[in-house]
């Protein structure tokens, strides 16, 4: 699928929307970040209390994917990479959130939109990353 012609910017807007409405009623009803990363390492190993509303959310991201599945169809997903690379991506990512202490639902969504600088400063890495690491792998090492 060539992503750059199959672009919906209805569906776009429509999941952009919910992910703010989303975030925003976890800060209002909630006091707290959605911040993914964050949200899932503590359901695995809890500092603190909140394991309820943490599950929830989880369960929330994982009923949201069902559900539109059953809506709209398995979408079709082409990934050109192998299992050792998939691996090794997740652990850099995994990685990233702990130096930048938090991922870009925390620092992109959340933080940018309550004028954090750190967050300003954490997700212009994160983008300049992504952009350097796709130059490398398509253009320099040929991937």
Request: with cysteine.
């Amino acid at each position: 699928m060539d992503y750059a012609t199959s672009f919906t910017p209805v569906s776009a807007l429509i999941g952009g929307a919910l992910i703010g409405i989303s975030a925003l009623m976890l800060l209002a009803l909630n006091g707290r970040v959605a911040g993914i990363s964050g949200i899932a390492g503590q359901l695995l190993a809890p500092k603190s209390g909140g394991r309820g509303w943490r599950l929830a959310f989880v369960l929330g991201l994982v009923a949201a994917a069902l559900l539109y599945t059953l809506v709209a169809g398995a979408p079709q997903v082409q990934i050109a990479a192998d299992t050792t690379t998939l691996v090794i991506a997740g652990v850099l990512v995994g990685i990233g959130t702990q130096l930048g202490s938090g991922c870009t639902s925390g620092h992109g969504v959340c933080g940018l939109s309550r004028l954090s600088a750190r967050s300003l400063v954490a997700t212009i890495s994160f983008m300049a990353a992504g952009i350097v690491t796709v130059f490398l792998v398509r253009h320099v090492f040929g991937g």
